[in-house]
């Protein structure tokens, strides 16, 4: 099952969503290198690969989710750790016995059909509350090394003002 992405998913941070739509390439392509029954030691590599990129992945959105001071953050970092862990599990198991025939179907469901619920709906619903905060832009209004920073200002303000009874 191949997964296509759709712009309905964009949660309007440019560097999120580029890693969104690279990560749906990646899992297309290790979903079809385990159809085709590739090499165990490309299947093994792409995995490894995938790996650390879910995680570089994850950790840039809870970095972006803490600046933004988005509400739901422990909540959606609980859900990335326990992919991170399923994912994990799948690769030693992979890396231990090689292709089975549960991998294919683990992938199928676990891997690609989390990673389009997760994005279709988590990540997408802090996409609806980053554009209530302000424009994606105003994140890199900082300029180099300080990101996301007038987000996270626009939201203090719009907090103190809620709490001054001026929005
Ligand atoms: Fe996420």
Redesign the pocket.
């Known amino acids: 099952m191949t997964i296509q992405w759709t712009e309905e998913w964009a949660v309007g941070e440019p560097t999120i969503d580029e890693q969104h739509r690279e990560l749906v390439g990646h899992i297309n392509a290790l979903l079809e290198a385990v159809g085709r029954a590739r090499s165990r030691a490309e299947i093994a590599n792409m995995m490894a690969f995938l790996e650390v990129y879910v995680l570089r992945h994850?950790q840039d959105?809870e970095r972006l989710m803490a600046m933004v001071e988005y509400p739901q953050l422990e909540a959606?970092r609980t859900?990335?750790e326990s992919f991170a862990r399923v994912f994990a599990r799948l690769r030693e198991e992979y890396a231990r016995d090689g292709p089975t025939p549960g991998l294919s179907a683990e992938l199928n469901v676990r891997v690609s059909g989390w990673l389009v619920s997760?994005i279709g709906r988590?990540?997408r619903a802090f996409g609806e509350f980053l554009a209530g905060i302000g424009e994606p832009g105003d994140m890199h209004a900082g300029g180099p090394g300080t990101p996301y920073r007038s987000a996270a200002e626009v939201t203090r303000q719009s907090s103190r003002a809620r709490r001054f009874g001026m929005a």
């Open positions: 994850f959105e959606h859900m990335h997760h988590l990540d």
